[in-house]
């Protein structure tokens, strides 16, 4: 799976824009995203990954979180 | 039943208020979950009572002051309950000494148990709360959290940190609908104070205004109210069951 496209998706859905507007150095914080969201959005991707995603540590951008995510599967 | 359908994880459920609660939400239809450490028998006698009431119990040997074991219990809970609706952070112990003759042991295990064992808990349950966007978090912690207490330098600190903690967690969690309230017991007639000293007992009955203890019976009610819809409104306050110590 496209980790980067599935996360731009679901931001999307999220924020009411559209995703090609998103980079990966946009940040969350710049899209009014806080951590707790930011938590919600990788519960999402859980489901569709069938993987436990712990956040550990704040993530300030896109492409942050899409390394995280790749990094654990 | 105000709580059928539900699933409450009570830690230190085993004997005393955790007993209490554990029942009583039991019997408002909540299936119980009970992680406790010490004596067996007691917590096979709760079991027994929450059985009869035709709950689901599950009941597991934890010291929640131990972060990995904490997790881990509490991802059994949720497999074996299907989650947890309801967290009752009731486990805690006593060390009173004056701080003079406090040990750093003495100040270490009470605040673990009493108070980083909430983090630990909170922290295994918080995402399966979100993603139910859903949830109750009901802290015990004391009058001696709120007045202070001579002799329990470490119990007082800890409960103080409890209704910080609690305080915190609601104001992070408000807005995904999960509520975390604390309830503080005054005097209240259980096997921690029976171990009390005669003396210290006398001299806390003395300044109770209602003139007699409570039982734990009366915090369980204000838990089961609390985890219900009754209270959806309620978030962030700290309820003092206490024949009016600390008013």
Redesign the interface.
Known sequence: MDIYAKLTEILADHTGRDAGEFTRDTTFESLGIDS?ET??MV?ELEDDLDVEL?LEEKMNTIGELVDFIESKL | MTLEGKVALVTGGSQGIGAAIARKLASEGADIAILYVGNPVPAEETVAAIEAMGRRVFCQVCDVSDFDATQAAVKEVIAQLGGVDILVNNAAITRDKVLLAMSEADWDSVLDINLKSMFNTIKACY?NF??KKAGRIINITSVAGIMGNAGQANYASSKAGVIGLTKTVAR??A??HINCNAIAPGAIRTPMTDSMDPKDLQAILDTIPLGFMGEAEDIAEMAAFLASDKAKYITGEVIRIDGGIAM
């Open positions: 707790l938590v919600e519960m712990e | 995402r979100m993603k992070e969690l807005s995904r």
